[in-house]
């Protein structure tokens, strides 16, 4: 078996397998409320408010796990189940969008890093595959083909390792907001700590997949001579 195939089916598993656990984390957090029976909507708009950030709008938009913040429109975007929940997930999830906003305010680096890099990562993922698979096609002939396909997918490794920092962080001023607001207290702090922390894991196991998959076409163009 191809050893790329190894990596891809070890590390679909380990997707697999955190996102059912995160599932699984989120559905067992909707039914403990949050102090104050706030909804995701009010989290957001509360933390928003009490961190400073006046030009963000917060927005319910459709979709399963589709909560994001926009830097472009300043809006931070919740999916309906977070945007009406009254629960710790939606809390923490709404916190943690939030978190992205704050970072924006303040030009937290590793996102100021990560928002020049979207326009070269749009367009290198838009190429890298048929780059590549040209690339491996023509190694004997024409390594530098590969070569190129290397760098561009190097691209969207570097984009997925800066990515975790700013998720941390972004859980990071959630978490300690949600505990200074009042929202949780040390019981609920350690179930909103948990749902981020399997959130922050699919983002680690992205990161680590890219890295392995990029040494691979390395160990390809590296043995073009053999």
Request: proline share 4%; hydrophobic share 50%; with cysteine.
């Amino acid at each position: 078996m191809p050893l790329i195939w190894v990596i891809f089916g070890v590390f679909m598993l380990l997707s697999w397998l955190i996102s059912s656990q995160l599932k699984s984390r989120f559905k067992a957090y909707s039914k403990i409320p949050t102090n104050g029976n706030l909804s995701g909507k009010e989290v957001a708009e509360k933390m928003l408010y009490e961190t400073g950030v006046t030009n963000v709008r917060v927005l319910s938009v459709p979709g399963q796990l589709t909560d994001h913040y926009d830097p472009t429109k300043r809006t931070v975007n919740l999916s309906p189940e977070v945007y009406n929940g009254r629960h710790i997930a939606a809390a923490a999830v709404a916190a943690h969008e939030c978190g992205h906003a704050v970072q924006h305010a303040h030009a937290y680096a590793f996102l100021q890093l990560r928002s020049k890099l979207v326009p070269v990562v749009s367009f290198a993922s838009k190429w890298v595959q048929w780059v590549l698979l040209a690339g491996i096609l023509m190694v004997q002939s024409f390594p530098q083909l590969l070569l190129g396909g290397i760098i561009l997918f190097a691209t969207t490794t570097l984009f997925s390792f800066v990515t975790l920092p700013v998720e941390i962080n972004a859980s990071s001023r959630a978490l300690a907001w949600l505990s200074n607001a009042g929202i949780t207290d040390s019981y609920l702090h350690s179930k909103a700590k948990n749902a981020l922390s399997w959130a922050a894991y699919t983002y680690v196991v992205a990161a680590l997949a890219s890295l392995a998959t990029l040494l691979y076409y390395i160990m390809i163009y590296m043995g073009r001579r053999n």
